[in-house]
T-cell receptor
């Protein structure tokens, strides 16, 4: 039982490049979330999904896209990376809210 | 609007001291949920506790205890006899229903340093 895993753990991008972050969970959770964590700002919700094939915008969705083609996977895409997207990205999953969320180990992204 | 305030940015204590982390929240809902998460230096957030708005009983789990007071909109977290392994960033979070969808709002976190 791996819980929530994220790939990759670290990444450096140049401005304008694109990339996809992968989140996988093996707990059969319906809900999945992508957050970004910046110093002094806590966790901010980017996008979330309430089930396979569904996605919704969170607090800071601009510049990101997501997809949930399979229940266990939630992908976060950056089409054209900007330095402002330098952050630590966390994926989380849960049963129907307001159950507690389970978090992945995070992905540290640097955009130069 | 909902908001979670953790006014203490960083706290340093000496091992074996007791320490309380403050959390104040704002919500218009009568039904809501409060959480505490721990983020150790390794980076992964770990769930500690969940409380619903109808349960004001204090909770104790080993050296950890939580004090929920609706009258002051606070959900404070106390570590008794702190240990170096308690060093981490602690987040308080609020979840309430907005148009039938639950959303989680996190505070900015309190960094706890426990010195040996």
């Amino acid at each position: 039982n791996a819980g929530v895993t994220q790939t990759p753990k670290f990444r450096v991008l140049k401005t304008g490049q694109s990339m996809t972050l992968l989140c996988a969970q093996d707990m059969n959770h319906e809900y999945m979330y992508w957050y970004r964590q910046d110093p002094g700002m806590g966790l901010r919700l980017i996008h979330y999904s309430v089930g396979e094939g569904t996605t919704a915008k969170g607090e800071v969705p601009d510049g990101y896209n997501v997809s949930r083609l399979k229940k266990q996977n939630f992908l976060l895409g950056l089409e054209s990376a900007a330095p402002s997207q330098t952050s630590v990205y966390f994926c989380a999953s849960s049963f129907f809210p307001p159950q507690e969320q389970y978090f992945g180990p995070g992905t540290r992204l640097t955009v130069t | 609007a909902q908001k979670v305030t953790q006014a203490q940015t960083e706290i340093s204590v000496v091992e074996k001291e007791d320490v309380t982390l403050d959390c104040v929240y704002e919500t218009r809902d009568t039904t809501y949920y409060l959480f505490w998460y721990k983020q150790p230096p390794s980076g992964e957030l770990v769930f500690l506790i969940r409380r619903n708005s109808f349960d004001e009983q204090n909770e104790i789990s080993g050296r950890y205890s939580w004090n929920f007071q609706k009258s002051t909109s606070s959900f404070n977290f106390t570590i008794t006899a702190s240990q170096v392994v308690d060093s981490a960033v602690y987040f308080c979070a609020l979840s309430e229903t907005t148009s039938g969808t639950y959303k989680y709002i996190f505070g900015t976190g309190t960094r706890l340093k426990v010195l040996a």
